[in-house]
């Protein structure tokens, strides 16, 4: 199975357009164009993950002009978007069709294909304690890395062929209870990435 991107090239930086922040604040926040072809015999369905594998654990150096975040700090992952059910007919996921621009709280109501469903993004928790923020963050947020950190950011959608139409998972999942769900049901992985930066000296 391949997948690709009209968006970006593999590898390649992610268009500001794309990304849920640009130097000024919040940005397009439009969900990457998507296609995937030679498609395993027996699929159902599909799944799509989007991860940021870099975000900084040490969440007090975060947005502060005093310091940098160095790039030997440890990271984790950061999930952007998350969806299953995903028609097996499906080919492609149009640019915009599922994300347009930030919505403050989270969109209650992402659109996407039909027939699919979509979970809770990590924006949820990262602004939980943010009055003005705080709600459940469903479907497609991008990127919007930390200024100050030295470390250039990479995004990997990784979409899984399933054997199973529809997978187990219920109300406001998370990645993690769509990897558990799928567990055993994969047919094939494609994966692709793009990177993102918002440091002025890695730009």
Not at 14 to 24: L, M
Not at 31 to 46: D, I, Y
Not at 158 to 178: C, K, N, T
Request: charged fraction near 20%; aromatic fraction near 10%.
């Amino acid at each position: 199975m391949k997948l690709s991107s009209q968006s970006f090239d593999n590898g390649r930086p992610i268009p500001a357009g794309f990304a849920a922040g640009d130097a000024d604040g919040f940005a397009g926040n439009r969900n990457p164009q998507l296609a995937w072809s030679e498609v395993p015999e027996g699929t159902r369905s599909f799944a799509l993950v989007c991860v940021d594998p870099d975000v900084p654990t040490v969440p007090e150096l975060v947005g502060r002009d005093d310091v940098s975040i160095p790039l030997a700090q440890p990271r984790g992952d950061f999930i952007h978007w998350v969806m299953v059910d995903i028609p097996a007919s499906l080919r492609e996921i149009a640019a915009g069709s599922c994300s347009e621009g930030f919505t403050a709280r989270g969109k209650q109501l992402p659109p996407g294909p039909a027939g699919a469903r979509q979970g809770v993004n990590d924006y949820t928790a990262w602004f939980a304690g943010n009055p003005d923020m705080a709600g459940v963050y469903r479907g497609y947020d991008g990127p919007y890395p930390p200024f100050n950190d030295a470390r250039v950011h990479r995004y990997f959608f990784r979409l899984f062929a399933l054997d199973v139409e529809r997978l187990p998972v219920e109300g406001d999942f998370s990645a993690a209870d769509a990897y558990r769900a799928m567990h055993g049901h994969v047919l094939a992985e494609a994966a692709l990435h793009g990177t993102y930066t918002l440091n002025p000296a890695l730009a």
